[in-house]
């Protein structure tokens, strides 16, 4: 596999069914750890770097039956089942301007859509606005095969409600960033009222402070003055927190402690999972 500084590029040959001759797809991966390849936004396969020996190793999808294989209790009947959909290709519209018949049209300032995407949205009822989004369809199909039926969400409807059913009463503008692996987002409430809210890739520290800072300054908000609060995987010895607090005043980890108390679980696992347990 090639590589040009921290960025690989892997080579993938695929055939559609009924076709006779192979089509060649280049993907790009910037962490040097594991690459999502994807197809009409929808993921094909992992490229996964063995801890042990470097080797890279291509994973299909087939993992997710392994995991039925390996936990036999995931195979037992549930009252309910809710999948979650953990991806940047979403966005947020307000009720009045919604209309689920142009769903491709809100995201397609955001993201690459095709027209074979399926869209999907979630009602955001108490904030009167919706989310917009391409759900997995290849995982919901396995899914069907195992269970049936079930609902699924995208991971942002349950982060920015909770986020903003907290905002209650608070009329100043405050800044939450949730941190995932190769991407993070950022969201701005005030009053129950949705300010901003976008997601960015990075890969270093200064990244991740660099979008920070540029949205603090694109909405006039003083790096000594607004409050950020951090969700997701990290703490305060981490080098993202080190260098945020280093520059903006006000920076904390998300207070999880009304939500620790409904489990048995750490407060890091709370704060690491905020969007699991609380949906």
């Known amino acids: 596999f090639p590589s040009h500084d921290k960025a690989e590029f892997y080579?993938?040959?695929?055939k559609r069914f009924g076709e006779n001759s192979?089509?060649?797809?280049?993907?790009?991966?910037?962490?040097?750890?594991?690459?999502?390849?994807?197809?009409?936004s929808q993921p094909l396969l992992w490229i996964w770097v063995k801890p042990s020996t470097g080797e890279r190793v291509i994973l299909f999808w087939d993992l997710f039956a392994d995991a039925f294989s390996d936990y036999p209790e995931l195979?037992?009947?549930y009252d309910e089942i809710l999948i979650i959909h953990n991806n940047?290709?979403?966005?947020?519209?307000?009720e009045p301007l919604f209309d689920e018949n142009f769903l491709g049209s809100y995201l397609q300032y955001n993201t690459k859509v095709f027209e074979t995407d399926f869209f999907a949205f979630d009602e955001i009822a108490?904030?009167?606005m919706n989310t917009v989004y391409i759900p997995y369809v290849n995982?919901?199909?396995?899914f069907i095969d195992q269970f049936g039926t079930f609902d699924y969400k995208h991971a942002n409807t349950i982060l920015v409600s909770k986020l903003l059913i907290a905002s209650k009463n608070n009329p100043e503008k405050k800044m939450f960033v949730h941190i995932n692996s190769g991407h993070f987002e950022i969201i701005v409430v005030q009053n129950q009222k949705l300010v901003l809210f976008n997601s960015f890739d990075y890969t270093t520290p200064e990244d991740f402070l660099y979008y920070i800072l540029f949205t603090a300054e694109q909405l006039g908000l003083n790096p000594e003055e607004f409050s950020l609060e951090l969700i997701g995987k990290i703490d305060a010895e981490s080098e993202y927190y080190q260098l945020a607090y280093k520059y903006i005043r006000n920076v904390s980890l998300l207070d999880v402690s009304d939500l620790?108390?409904?489990?048995?679980?750490?407060e890091a696992d709370n704060r690491t999972h905020f969007i699991l347990f609380n949906s």
């Open 126 to 128: 108490n904030c009167q």
């Open 88 to 94: 940047n290709l979403s966005t947020f519209v307000p």
């Open 75 to 77: 195979k037992e009947s």
């Open 11 to 14: 080579q993938f040959q695929y």
């Open 139 to 142: 995982i919901n199909n396995f």
């Open 22 to 40: 192979y089509n060649t797809s280049v993907f790009e991966n910037h962490t040097g750890q594991a690459a999502l390849a994807f197809k009409h």
């Open 260 to 266: 620790q108390a409904k489990n048995n679980f750490s």
